[in-house]
């Protein structure tokens, strides 16, 4: 069983800026790709951004276009997430997913990181 294990969120003010990790407990190297969902209060879970493991190709939703950066450490087994110009309407648990194969179900979750963006 893969574990992933999120850390890094908190309380920030509006403009403030937040470092997401998420640490796997075995090889990113094992997996297709991985990226970070959220999920606001009354809202679906959404991707925010995701990264191929191989060719580090990134993918961004259009709202943290600009303002975050995914990125991975192969040597830690590890993914970030930076988040930078943080809005009230980024307050949310995010989530790291790890895809093992494309297009399937077989992909692992977090345990989910909150994040409040609030003044």
């Known amino acids: 069983q893969v574990q992933l294990v999120e850390s890094g969120g908190g309380l920030v003010q509006p403009g403030g800026s937040l470092r997401l990790s998420c640490a796997a407990s075995r090889t990113i190297f094992s997996f297709h790709s991985m990226g970070w969902y959220r999920q606001a209060p009354g809202k679906q879970r959404e991707l925010v951004a995701d990264?191929?493991?191989?060719?580090?190709?990134?993918n961004y939703a259009d709202s943290v276009k600009g303002r975050f950066t995914i990125s991975r450490d192969n040597a830690k087994d590890t993914v970030y997430l930076e988040m930078n110009s943080l809005k009230p309407e980024d307050t949310a648990v995010y989530y790291c997913?790890?895809?093992?194969?494309?297009?399937?179900?077989?992909?692992?979750w977090g345990q989910g990181t909150q994040v409040t963006v609030s003044s």
């Open positions: 990264i191929m493991i191989s060719g580090g190709f990134t």
């Open positions: 997913n790890a895809l093992v194969v494309p297009n399937s179900e077989w992909n692992y």
